[in-house]
């Protein structure tokens, strides 16, 4: 048992991010100026999840899905008389 240990953290719900569902941020001992605002702590944990956001994906629309495949399949057919030639 840890006595004498306190932290003082926030938790951001709904952040709005397609990852993050909810986030946990533990604040220095020691914050940067005397005019630290919650605003400026919250503003400062929103712009660090979104900066983490991956970028958005392309989409999994029909066309995308065509192409992926038939992109694979050309190359996978390159690659078969590739290796038939060669033997």
């Given amino acids: 048992m840890v006595k004498g240990c306190e932290k003082r953290m926030i938790r951001l719900q709904n952040t709005g991010s ?3 569902e909810e986030v946990y941020f533990v604040l220095r001992e020691e914050l940067p100026g005397e ?3 919650t605003r ?3 503003a400062e944990a929103n712009r660090i ?3 983490n956001e991956p ?3 392309g989409g999994t629309g029909l066309r995308t899905v065509l192409l992926s495949f038939f992109g ?3 190359t996978a ?3 078969v008389c590739f290796l038939f030639l060669l033997l």
């Fill in 18 to 20: 397609r990852m993050f």
């Fill in 35 to 37: 005019g630290c605002t």
């Fill in 55 to 57: 970028p958005a994906y």
């Fill in 77 to 79: 057919t390159l690659l």
């Fill in 72 to 74: 694979g399949a050309a």
């Fill in 40 to 42: 400026d702590i919250l």
């Fill in 49 to 51: 999840v979104e900066e």
